[in-house]
């Protein structure tokens, strides 16, 4: 399955490691994206490009990028964060 934006397949340790660098589980984002928690644990354990329907990697994919989630495609697939803002005085 492609992440619905460059053709590119999505693969299940790209979720994984996503899901680890925000530190949260995965019944946490089954509720922000809408994608059951046994379809995600499934994804996250498949080896290569993720076999689930498209709607649910579409899903999967708005709602870590909502969290600042940004996967690449470059030669290998990848997983980083976008940085923070530093907080300003007083925030």
Same mark, same amino acid.
Not at 1 to 7: A, E, L, P, Q, V
Not at 14 to 33: H, T
């Given at each position: ?7 590119k397949k999505l693969q299940g340790?790209?979720?994984?490691? &996503?899901?680890?660098?925000? %530190?949260?589980? &995965?019944?946490?984002?089954?509720? $922000? ?10 994804? $996250?354990?498949?080896? %290569?490009p993720l076999t689930i329907a498209?709607?649910n990697v579409l899903l999967l994919?708005? &709602? ?28």
């Open positions: 399955m492609s992440d619905g934006k460059n053709g340790a790209q979720l994984r490691a &996503a899901r680890g660098l925000l %530190g949260i589980a &995965a019944s946490v984002l089954a509720n $922000e994206s809408g994608v059951s928690l046994r379809t995600i644990r499934r994804a $996250e354990v498949h080896h %290569g498209e709607d994919t708005k &709602a870590l990028e909502a969290r600042g989630v940004i996967f690449s495609f470059d030669g290998s697939a990848g997983v980083s964060l976008r940085q923070r803002p530093k907080p300003r005085f007083g925030d």
